[in-house]
């Protein structure tokens, strides 16, 4: 079905009202907030709401409306519906809650919601409403803090509650739209970012969600955005289902539900944040300045504190101050004299305190140094106990600057509420970012430069395509031989073994071999074989194989003996899991059997690229061995990311029955010398292929 168009809902000519209390409260803020077009209020008894005369049925109407805000109870919802989509109405935003979040008669009525609706778009149940700042529309039952703007931020929500408080904001945030979307029953978060990209004032989207139920819908939308450079922001809240599931391998633990969201907002180019005052902020900084081309910062304070509170923040935060360069640190030292320490973060003093035309030519110089986002940290103070007017004249020299050398700049206040509303909206026409709290600065400064980053990259990207997980019965784990055979075919290098049926053959398999070896029970229903006596390692006469073998013998009936393969720098672990609504994850960590101890691993979705492997080895707290930590030899870089591949050329070949797989530990030799899989675990829904036997 294609995407259906919202336009009549969202900017309606006519408005159709249902209801009592809420509606009269709806037509109340369509006025506050200065919509044009015509309300209808329908109701069976009332002659007027709000001095506007009333309908008594849909019948009654004098066309069919384009938009139609429905706030009575829940069955007579699913029956206005109904009439509301025969009429050829634009469509409806429906406040009744007793839907699909109550019980199981509410997930009946939800049922019958869908089907009168049909093909008309409908927002909610469950919702507290549509606002539509843009076009001066207010489908909505309650107060709110917004005005009309003439562009600005979207922003789609899950929570009535967490909409309104934004929209109460104090930050100087234009928001366009304001849409919560509670069941999505009909319409869902994707149609609403499809839609908002058709409008060319809108600048920047947000999403608040507590869940993914359409994650094939969403990176659909994700890779829309990304194609035409709108950038989109995501307050993730809640738990999930999603990746929880039990599992045997050690994969299946350390992906857990938050690790695969991060893995498919950075897959699909969305800037994740941890709070409502990041989004905010972060979408701020995305209006006035858009993405940007990476996260070198200068900061500019009058104060020591601040300079090293800028700079640490900075370095937590991710990102980069470089030093000045050397013709703007020449004319920053002529400014400011030789008491000042011309650097970046830059103190620079009080000297120029209040002094207009010095403090334009310190700002002119700081801002012509060509970094990616200039900093002035800076608080006005309280308007009813103190006189600002010294800080106000540090704002208009940053202003008359900015003209001059219009670089990416903000002014960043230590606490959000050190900018005034005023003094916010003034900054905003001038093309400067007004952002509220400096760590929420860096953190809105490294989204952009990442965003830009992935809009570059989103012609590699395609949308994850929607899927049945593999057949959950019947499963077969393939032992640890079979396993490293199928992997081999792909190109993943194994140690050199032998497979025998007694201690005999393994004194014999590990002579033939050479010393030292590793004996390993060899079960497909032994997952982890270390933890149940299954493993020996380092034998170094053909005793003591024989020994082991023979201790092992209550947990197989066969064995594995391969050569100890020696000197390697680090063990990783590497391994695929089949997620309910993300398809096939990829996790990287630091492996053996610490893996869950350690923790350092990163997730990712696929299909992957090469780089994209070396990147996430890069960011792992293990990457230091693998570069080379202070003159150790460094590892097979190269090799490891050809293993990786390999592993992920399997699982995409199994696509249709892999259930879950882990490489551990992936021993990671010196340079030069490859990456060798020591284990493979490979469990398999259905039956198994050639190639996985």
């Known amino acids: 079905m294609g995407r259906r168009d919202l336009r009549r809902l969202l900017a309606p000519r006519h408005l159709a009202v249902f209801g009592g209390q809420a509606a009269a409260e709806c037509v109340r803020q369509c006025r506050r907030v200065g919509y044009t077009g015509r309300i209808w209020p329908v109701h069976p008894t009332r002659t007027s709401i709000e001095g ?5 049925d849909i019948a009654a109407l004098p066309a069919a409306p384009d938009a139609a805000f429905l706030a009575v109870r829940p069955e007579i919802t699913v029956s206005l519906l109904g009439e509301l989509a025969e009429l050829g109405a634009g469509g409806a935003v429906c406040h009744a809650a007793g839907f699909g979040e109550h019980d199981a008669d509410g997930a009946r009525l939800q049922r019958e919601f869908v089907a009168a609706a049909g093909e008309m778009p409908v927002i909610g149940p469950n919702c507290i409403g549509v606002l539509n700042y843009l076009d001066g529309v207010a489908m909505w039952p309650d107060q709110h803090g917004g005005a009309q703007v003439q562009d600005g931020v979207a922003l789609i929500t899950q929570s009535g509650n967490i909409a309104q408080n934004i929209s109460m904001h104090r930050r100087s945030l234009p928001i366009a739209q304001l849409i919560t979307v509670g069941n999505s029953a009909v319409i869902g978060v ?44 995501v307050l993730k809240t809640g738990g999930s289902e999603l990746g929880a599931a039990a599992a045997l391998s050690h994969t299946g633990s350390l992906a857990g539900p938050d690790v695969l969201c991060d893995a498919f907002f950075e897959h699909y180019g969305m800037a994740r944040v941890r709070d409502p005052g990041e989004l905010v902020e972060t979408l701020k900084f995305l209006h006035v300045h858009g ?20 700079a640490d923040l900075a370095e937590s935060g991710g990102a980069e101050m470089p030093p000045l360069p050397e013709e703007s640190a020449q004319r920053l030292r002529e400014v400011l004299g030789s008491r000042v320490s011309v650097r970046n973060p830059l103190d620079y003093n009080a000297y120029i305190w209040g002094r207009s035309e010095e403090q334009t030519e310190c700002f002119t110089a700081f801002l012509g140094g060509g970094y990616d986002a200039h900093l002035l940290l800076l608080d006005i103070p309280r308007q009813d106990r103190c006189e600002p007017e010294q800080w106000e004249t540090t704002v208009d020299a940053l202003i008359a600057a900015h003209r001059a050398v219009p670089a990416v700049t903000c002014v960043v206040s230590s606490l959000p509420e050190g900018i005034p509303e005023p003094l916010g909206r ?122 082991a073998v023979r201790d092992m013998a209550q947990l197989s009936g066969t064995f594995l003996i391969e050569r100890v393969v020696p000197d390697a720098v680090a063990e990783l672990i590497v391994g695929v ?30 299909p992957v690229t090469e780089q994209r492997i070396e990147t996430a080895l890069r960011s792992l707290r293990v990457w230091p061995l693998l570069a080379g930590f202070r003159g150790a030899p460094a590892a097979d870089v190269p090799a490891v990311v050809s293993a990786v591949a390999a592993i992920a050329r399997f699982a995409a070949e199994q696509a249709d029955r892999l259930l879950e797989m882990d490489v551990n530990p992936l021993l990671v030799l010196p340079a030069g010398r490859g990456a060798v899989a020591a284990d493979a675990l490979v469990r398999l829904g259905g039956t198994a292929t050639e190639g996985a036997r």
């Open 52 to 56: 506007i005369p009333s309908y008594p």
């Open 291 to 310: 993405t940007l081309p990476g996260v070198r910062i200068a900061s500019a304070s009058c104060s020591g504190g601040e300079a090293a509170l800028a």
């Open 577 to 606: 899991h089949q997620d309910r609504w993300f398809g096939q994850v990829l996790t990287i960590g630091t492996g053996g059997v610490l893996v869950e101890v350690l923790r350092d691993s990163v997730t990712l979705l696929t």
């Open 190 to 233: 994707a149609e609403l970012i499809e839609s908002a990209l058709d409008d060319p004032r809108i600048t920047a989207i947000g999403l608040h969600l507590e869940d993914i139920s359409d994650a094939a819908g969403l990176s659909r939308a994700a890779c829309a955005a990304a194609r035409r450079g709108i950038p989109i922001v």
């Open 426 to 547: 003034r900054l905003l026409t001038e093309g400067i970012a007004p952002m509220q709290g400096l760590r929420a600065a860096v953190t809105a400064i490294t989204a952009a430069g990442a965003l830009r980053k992935a809009h570059e990259s989103t012609g590699d990207v395609a949308p994850l395509q929607p899927g049945n997980p593999p057949p959950d019965e019947p499963q077969r784990q393939l032992d640890e031989r079979s396993g490293k055979r199928a992997l081999a075919e792909h190109g993943l290098s194994i140690p050199a073994g032998r497979v025998v049926d007694s201690p005999e053959a393994a004194g014999d398999a590990a002579a033939e071999l050479g010393f030292p070896v590793v004996a390993k029970a060899l079960s497909p229903t032994l997952a982890h074989k270390s933890e149940a006596g299954g493993v020996r390692l380092g034998l170094r006469e053909r005793e003591q194989v024989v020994g």
